[in-house]
């Protein structure tokens, strides 16, 4: 199962990014366990944990912060503009069309030409 991908591969930290982001889905940490163990191919499961992951640190938790003397360290339009796009990106990765994340693209690339 060397093609199930990284999530997967690595699913107990990454569990923990998901169960963060969907406590509230479950009613507690067995249920969530019961609910991602009905998922059938370590595929799909790689798949749940790369969304859940994702969503977690770039909208549920991910603010842009400033340190800027005088301004506020949230600033509210540019995280929701952000939070905006990072969830519409997210929606679009779900699509049957091949989709390759940045690291996946990064790491198939020759290391010469990419960093010349």
Request: net charge negative.
């Amino acid at each position: 199962m060397a093609g199930a991908g990284r999530y997967y591969h690595n699913e107990k930290m990454f569990k923990e990014d998901a169960y963060a982001v969907l406590e509230s889905q479950f009613f507690d940490r067995k249920s969530f366990e019961d609910f991602y163990g009905k998922i059938k191919t370590p595929s799909l499961k790689n798949e749940f944990l790369r969304v859940a992951c994702s969503y977690r640190y770039l909208a549920k938790h991910g603010d842009w912060k400033l340190s800027v003397a005088g301004v506020d360290e949230v600033i509210d339009y540019l995280n929701n503009s952000y939070k905006l796009v990072a969830v519409f990106s997210l929606i679009e990765s779900l699509s049957d069309q091949k989709h390759q994340d940045f690291y996946e693209w990064l790491a198939a690339q020759d290391p010469a030409e990419l960093f010349p």
